[in-house]
T-cell receptor, first 114, second 111 residues
Framework: DTGVSQNPRHKITKRGQNVTFRCDPI?????LYWYRQTLGQGPEFLTY????????KSRLLSDRFSAERPKGSFSTLEIQRTEQGDSAMYLC????????????FGPGTRLTVL | RKEVEQDPGPFNVPEGATVAFNCTYS??????FFWYRQDCRKEPKLLMS???SGNEDGRFTAQLNRASQYISLLIRDSKLSDSATYLC????????????FGKGTKLSVKP
């Protein structure tokens, strides 16, 4: 399977714990995006990387959130001190620049904060 | 005003019906427009891009009216497999390649 992969697929955690998600993009894609989708809403942009550089961050990305793409390949998204409002599907997508659309989303990581 | 607004839905239609989705966007500088489809608890998938001249892909027709900042998607002869949430999407002005998604409109096609 050469698509975008995300791990874990599901994560249940208690409020206040830290969680980390991983995204592996399609190998030749130099752009990687993180989106968040809450119930009944469309996906909302969080941040994106071009290679290892984080080029843009949404104001949704509070200081409890940090994303990295250290070698320009896989990326991690960490949420510290989780809150119940962090419960959502976290989606990763990748693309080859430049492109207007996003064709390659991963299956997402569904986070539930109890 | 929200950046991308869609019909609230849900739409419940019989097989074979024609169904239309409408969407408006707030930023007149937007340049790229798309419709995505999202099945329950799955990732969104690109259905089609939307061009100023209108475009068609089989049973699906998308149209754009820049003056009214309005986008539409028409599905003809709907199938059970068309049941999904349809997301209207525009590019984020001032951002390279990042997208703004509407809330989506849920479609249920019944036998």
């Amino acid at each position: 399977d050469t698509g975008v992969s995300q791990n874990p697929r599901h994560k249940i955690t208690k409020r206040g714990q830290n969680v980390t998600f991983r995204c592996d993009p399609i190998s030749e894609h130099n752009r990687l995006y993180w989106y968040r989708q809450t119930l009944g809403q469309g996906p909302e942009f969080l941040t994106y990387f071009q290679n290892e550089a984080q080029l843009e961050k949404s104001r949704l990305l509070s200081d409890r959130f940090s994303a990295e793409r250290p070698k320009g390949s896989f990326s991690t998204l960490e949420i510290q001190r989780t809150e119940q409002g962090d419960s959502a599907m976290y989606l990763c997508a990748s693309s080859v620049t430049p492109t207007g659309d996003l064709r390659y989303f991963g299956p997402g990581t569904r986070l539930t904060v109890l | 005003r929200k950046e991308v607004e869609q019909d609230p839905g849900p739409f419940n239609v019989p097989e074979g019906a024609t169904v239309a989705f409408n969407c408006t966007y707030s930023n007149s500088a937007s340049q790229s427009f798309f419709w995505y489809r999202q099945d329950c608890r799955k990732e969104p998938k690109l259905l089609m891009s939307v061009y100023s001249s209108g475009n068609e892909d089989g049973r699906f027709t998308a149209q754009l009216n820049r003056a009214s900042q309005y986008i539409s998607l028409l599905i003809r002869d709907s199938k059970l497999s068309d049941s999904a949430t349809y997301l209207c999407v525009v590019n984020m002005v001032g951002s390279q390649g990042n997208l703004i998604f509407g809330k989506g409109t849920k479609l249920s096609v019944k036998p």
